[in-house]
């Protein structure tokens, strides 16, 4: 699971902020939306449920665990049918003052717990439910004066990955993955619309313990108008390196073009293995261009069933 946070959503919570805020909400809308994100979750669980049983019909040879984070290139490579694979992160902090506006304006978010849920279908298949479990956002906007803050459960997003070629050996790898968001979170945490894209991850063994992954991705994703749909094109590349022991680190760079400004990060990052089912990581993502965000850091682990 990507940990980056795109400019567009980052962008989008700043409007959401600024057109709600915290001034005009009654209180039948605060039971309205706390009545929707119970019902959301239990919505979740109970499909998470469900997928699990249809996949436990005996775990293949286990292969290498790969998981789709910490950096943001998603790997191409798939979960075995009968296992399951969660990759969260424990917290994530994002903060962005030089937005491309150039507006004076603060975004600060804490996101507690956001999840990848991945379940093995097929031998090359898997699939992956993505859920923002709660996120805390405040924005303080100088030019208005006021300080807004929200939080919440945010948006479900479905995936369904194929690898066709490189799951079990090889030097190169290559996948497939679309998705689609739903809109479930709480009012203002996203822009209740239904967005979609698709991504294609590969992976190089480049030699002398170095490693390559990259990915190519569309988005088609609601415009800040809100009057039809526009894309946004984004582009990583990853190198990892064994440094000591089970001690990993990666240095990434990510473009994206598209609905706005271009934007442009560089990430960087640690992965430890516990055993060949358990991996911790940590690593920052910083914002080069003034329309990335200009800072998120994160602490997380992967496990595997």
Known sequence: MSVL???SQFQGVVLALR???????SIPDILLEQIREIFTMRHVA????????????????????????????????????????LEASLFEFAQDTYNSDHASVRLSEWNFAPFNLR???AQDVDLHVILETHRMSRIDDRDAGRVSKLSGTGDVTLRLKYNFWGNDGGDT???????????????????????????LPVALE???????????????????????????????????HDIVGALGGFLEVVS???NGPASLSFNSGLTYGINEDLQ?????????SRSAEDLLVFVGVSKRW
């Open 256 to 258: 994206e073009v598209g």
């Open 280 to 288: 911790l990581d940590l690593g920052t993502n910083v914002g080069i």
């Open 19 to 25: 057109q709600r805020g915290r001034f005009n909400r």
């Open 46 to 85: 109970t499909t998470a449920a469900l997928l699990l049983a249809l996949s436990a019909s005996g775990a293949q040879a286990a292969r290498e665990m790969t998981t789709d984070r910490p950096d943001a290139t998603e790997s191409p490579f798939t979960v075995e049918p009968g296992r399951v694979q």
């Open 5 to 7: 946070t795109t400019s």
């Open 119 to 121: 379940i093995g279908l």
């Open 206 to 240: 480049l030699g002398a313990g170095w490693a390559l992954g990259a990915m190519t991705e569309v988005d088609f994703v609601r415009n800040d108008a809100n009057t039809g749909y526009s894309y946004i094109w984004l582009n990583s590349a990853s190198f990892s």
């Open 173 to 199: 790898a290559l996948g497939i993955m679309p998705f689609v968001k739903l809109p479930t979170g709480k009012s203002g945490l996203g822009n209740n619309s239904v967005e979609g894209g698709v991504i």
